[in-house]
């Protein structure tokens, strides 16, 4: 059994990948398969906690221990869904890959073929870790993830300021056994003081015991 270490808090976690319309039949969005997320939701409701989920399409099934499902689309519905539920949290935990942008007056047709070439204008989405780092309060931890193919820590400690959060877990997804759509990752946990955890490669599942112990050290010290 797993330990109740999480029981009467209430977490909010993004997961999955955002789906951008171009046209009614076609999309922008990307590799994300939501593993991460799912296993982390799944691993904090194991230990008690109140877990509302927020997901991008995905093809997995969410632990039955989860409060509260909520399926979103694009980015926008993502942020409005956060916005509307973050203000009762104690920890917020945004492991989705929202698609950095999304398609300026995305056609209500399907576009047609008949031109050799058509351009799409992409305008930028929301920043919804960002939005949520701005109006967060004092004692709700706020997490992040930072998906990078180089120099890691560098930019994961400057996204931890950037979007205010108090930990941002680093992923370098340049490899082809951890990171983006596969079972495994290997993480960095940064915390505000510059301390960096190595969490070694392993299953997602373990990973996600390990960042909720982390969590529950931290807020339990
Ligand atoms: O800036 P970058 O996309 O690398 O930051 C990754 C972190 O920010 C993740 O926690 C991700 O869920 C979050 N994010 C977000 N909204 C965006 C872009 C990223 O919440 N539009």
Redesign the pocket.
Known sequence: LSPQDFKGKKILI?AGPTVEPIDPVRNITNKSSGKMGYEIAKEFALRGAEVILISGPTNLKPSPLIKEIINITT?EEMLEAAKDKYENMNIII?????S?FKVKNASKQKIKKDKDSITLELIK?????KTIGKIKKENQLLV????ETNNLIEYAKK?LKE?NCDLIIANDVSKAETGFNVDYNEVYILNKLGDVTHVEKNTKKNIAINIADYISKLINS
């Open positions: 993004t980015a945004m492991t989705a890959a929202v950095d989405n929301p920043d919804i870790l992040g993830f930072a998906a996204k979007k």
